[in-house]
């Protein structure tokens, strides 16, 4: 039975952490994906931009099945929404907000979460029924802005996301942050998986102790 995008939503919500998986394919894509789960990481997004995306997506969900919560990013149209949910994915992100694919995601229940940077794009996602939002590139605006866009939007959820590195995630949580996703900080394409999966874990780590807190 497919999960709800209000459960997925939760999950997101209480895990706080993506890996973004850009440019990563079979057979090395399982091997990654298996050290991302060894540290504790559990939602995996694969962006589908380029060649053997949705094949990247089929291989995921065939060897990893709900081990992992598998999403597809750097989603700009329908289409390749389409694509993405027939192979698997069970969310969808976008770099900024895409209208049509918002509708397409409302009309299934599917969890979209919509790329936003100004006030005026977090209150066109909000209107539209989108509580997650992707703060991006939020390395480079930094956390007072962040801070700054949750005064006036209280209800978003921020997830950081662009230039973030590990050292970042901490205050970027601390700063009112609802997550963080991480690509080649946490999995480039060239690391070994034993290094991926001790970042994963000092995040995931981190992340605990500061709910702890």
Request: charged share 20%.
């Amino acid at each position: 039975m497919k999960a709800s995008s209000t459960a997925i939503a939760d999950t997101l919500l209480r895990e706080k952490v993506i890996a973004v998986l850009r440019g990563i394919r079979p057979p090395r894509l399982e091997r990654v994906v298996a050290a991302l789960r060894q540290g504790g990481v559990r939602f995996i997004e694969i962006t589908v931009e380029g060649d053997g995306a949705t094949d990247a997506l089929r291989a995921v969900r065939t060897s990893a099945g709900d081990d992992v919560v598998l999403g597809a990013g750097t989603v700009t149209t329908v289409p390749q929404a389409e694509a993405a949910v027939a192979a698997g994915a069970t969310y969808l992100i976008s770099p900024g907000f895409v209208d049509d694919v918002s509708d397409y995601a409302n009309a299934r229940d599917i969890l979209y979460i919509p790329g936003v940077l100004t006030a005026t794009e977090v209150g066109v996602a909000l209107r539209k029924g989108h509580r997650i939002l992707k703060l991006f590139p939020a390395g480079l605006v930094g956390v007072e802005y962040l801070r700054a866009l949750q005064a006036p939007y209280p209800e978003a959820k921020f997830f950081a996301v662009g230039n973030i590195g590990t050292t970042d995630v901490a205050a970027f949580l601390a700063g009112g942050a609802a997550g963080v996703a991480m690509g080649s900080q946490l999995a480039g394409r060239g690391d070994e998986p034993e290094t991926i999966a001790v970042r994963a874990r000092a995040i995931v780590t981190a992340i605990r102790e500061m709910a702890r807190a």
